[in-house]
């Protein structure tokens, strides 16, 4: 039975760096790498050769391609990385319907939807990483619905992790804040932005295997984020959306 794992979004700045680590784990034969572009994931074959691209736009609600090769492999999954994510900067007001939906889709029911169809093929010592964010520890005015979906994933994954203890299966919730990908714009409206305590992807990933395969039910790297986890738990909701929106108000 071959031993895989799945990455989705796997050509994105953070999911190419998993593709990267897996390739090298000698108790993995294949990688399932998941996206849209199917010219991308062919271009991560020159990271690993066990590289199998699997074709899918997790805007549209089903994840059959998925489902329908598990059924046919019947593989032995022994990683899951739920990365695959999307978000605006920007108005609640000034989204359309269509973004708020599939805001939802791909950040909340996709990674749902593919745990559920992975998990009959998960045994003792399998592991989720369920890719969330900083934005999870409060409300972001101007990111709202990328926060809120980030709190779904959050929470949803330390619940699995409790029921799972039993059957000896990890999830993780990997909360990076700040992380240097194509995911950011580099300026809004003219305005350079300035990241605060930006971290390289490499460092999340590293981080994020080593708190999976210790069992964490959260991996949150890097100063500015495990600060913001603290500051959040003692500042009322209020003060820091206020501060939130000060800061984040100059760019929209
Ligand atoms: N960058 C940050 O500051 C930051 C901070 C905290 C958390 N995160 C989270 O980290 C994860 C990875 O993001 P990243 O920073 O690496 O950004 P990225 O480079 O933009 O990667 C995002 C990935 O998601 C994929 N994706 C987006 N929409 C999709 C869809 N409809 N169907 C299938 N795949 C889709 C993209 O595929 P394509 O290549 O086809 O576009 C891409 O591979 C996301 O969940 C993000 O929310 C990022």
Do not use: H
Not at 126 to 135: F, H, K, P, T, V
Not at 146 to 165: G, Q, T
């Amino acid at each position: 039975m071959a031993r895989i794992a799945i990455v989705t979004g796997a050509a994105g700045g953070i999911g190419s760096k998993f593709i990267e680590k897996i390739s090298v784990m000698d108790d993995i034969d294949e990688i399932w790498a998941v996206g849209r572009n199917p010219e991308k994931l062919e271009a991560l074959k020159t990271i690993s050769s066990r590289i199998v691209p699997v074709i899918m736009d997790l805007s549209s609600v089903s994840c059959r391609v998925l489902s329908d090769m598990l059924k046919e492999k019947k593989p032995d999954v022994r990683i899951l990385v739920n990365n695959a994510g999307t978000g605006y900067m920007g108005a609640f007001d000034k989204m359309s319907p269509e973004q708020v939906v599939q805001i939802c889709n791909i950040n909340c029911t996709a990674p749902a939807a593919i745990m559920s169809e992975v998990l009959p093929y998960m045994t003792k010592g399998a592991r989720i990483l369920n890719i969330s964010s900083a934005s999870s520890f409060q409300p972001d005015p101007y990111l709202a619905m990328y926060s809120a979906s980030k709190v779904f994933l959050k929470n949803l994954s330390r619940a699995v992790n409790n029921e799972l203890k039993a059957r000896g299966i990890t999830v993780t919730s990997v909360c990076p804040g700040w992380v240097d990908t194509g995911m950011l714009p580099k300026e809004v409206n003219g305005r350079k932005i300035n990241y605060i305590g930006m971290l390289k992807p490499e460092k999340v990933v590293s981080r994020a295997l080593k708190d999976s395969a210790k069992g964490k039910d959260m991996s949150v790297p890097g100063w500015f984020a495990k600060y913001f986890r603290f500051y959040s738990k003692i500042t009322p909701t209020g003060i820091v959306m206020r501060q939130w929106a000060a800061i984040m108000g100059k760019y929209v």
